[in-house]
């Protein structure tokens, strides 16, 4: 779990330690303090005076820290995978990159939250 303001400075030295150690991954976790940050049923907030980094500034560290330990692997939750750039990896192909799947023979509604939304909403104005 990263939380900022107490441990994001550490985690450079911890992945470190782990690489040392033989550790082959890595997975950051990024907190949440409020409905906003993915806490349900209106709890209150975990800890107080603590303001969860942006989608972005985690991205950014998840990046930063895998850079820095070449022979780990380092992920975040609850997206963001260097490698793969999973869970999305689909929405940076090209439409000749674009695997060839079987014709869609139904509909299907997805339900998502903000974090997600940006990342697979397709523009189907001009199908």
């Known amino acids: 779990m990263v939380i900022p ?3 994001v400075e550490d985690i450079f030295e911890t992945a470190r330690v782990l690489e040392s150690w033989g550790v082959k991954g890595l997975t950051l976790m990024r907190f949440g303090n409020s409905e906003e940050n993915g806490i349900i049923l209106g709890n209150d907030p975990i800890i107080e005076g603590i303001t969860p980094q942006s989608v972005e500034e985690f ?3 998840v990046f930063a820290v ?3 330990v070449p022979g780990m692997r380092v992920v975040g939750t609850p997206f963001s995978d260097p490698l793969t750039g999973a869970p ?7 439409e000749d990159e674009f695997p060839s799947f079987p014709p869609i023979r139904s509909e299907a509604t997805i339900l998502s939250g903000s974090l997600a939304a940006p990342l697979i909403e397709k523009d189907t104005s001009e199908d």
């Open 88 to 94: 999305f990896a689909l929405a940076t192909l090209s």
């Open 59 to 61: 991205r950014d560290l």
């Open 66 to 68: 895998d850079s820095a």
């Open 5 to 7: 303001g107490v441990n």
